[in-house]
């Protein structure tokens, strides 16, 4: 017995740009000096989309913001489940001490990936405030861990799939739910 996929699109490549326009200016109206604004993505995508977000800030408002991207692979606490990976390289040339710090992901879902950012954060100095930005939560949070900007509530079932595509990764922009 075969049994079919269902795949569903939740951003087209037009949706998902309105959506990084959008939490873009989010961010900037929620943080009182640009200045001191970091973005840190985790890999893969949340560099990708951190490095989405700088641009559309720097349209927006004229003002380079910092980018570094963040590996979190030995900062987690199911690495018996999930299995050794090779670690990217945690990319960080400057002091978070003081500054504003958004952690960028592309997908929020158990929201233990998020604490172990959390973690790895405080290795790179002590910053006022850290947000958090996703593209898509998909509830089912294990920690109490809530994004300050979301750019898609999108309840799923615990089985199903939420895949992110992003051009300079995967060659197109968009979001797909994949389920049975």
């Known amino acids: 017995m075969t049994m079919s996929v ?51 800030i720097e349209i927006l408002e004229g003002v380079t913001v910092k980018v570094g991207a963040l590996d979190i692979t030995f900062y987690r606490d199911d690495l018996d489940q999930i299995g050794l990976r090779t670690p990217a390289k945690t990319n960080i040339s400057f002091d978070l001490t003081d500054q504003t710090v958004v952690l960028v992901d592309d997908v929020i879902f158990k929201g233990r990936t998020i604490r172990a950012a959390l973690n790895a954060v405080n290795e790179y100095g002590r ?30 079932a615990k089985e199903e799939v939420v895949k992110v595509y992003l051009q300079d990764w995967d060659g197109k922009d968009a979001v797909e739910l994949i389920g049975d």
Do not use: C, M, W
């Open 6 to 56: 269902k795949v569903v699109e939740i951003l087209s490549a037009e949706e998902l740009r309105r959506t990084v326009n959008r939490l873009a200016s989010e961010i900037v109206e929620r943080t009182r000096d640009l200045s001191g604004l970091v973005l840190l993505g985790i890999y893969t995508r949340g560099v990708i989309l951190a490095e989405l977000l700088a641009r559309q």
């Open 127 to 156: 910053p006022e405030v850290i947000r958090l930005a996703v593209l898509v939560d998909r509830g089912h949070r294990e920690v109490p861990i809530h994004p300050d900007f979301t750019g898609k509530q999108l309840p799923t």
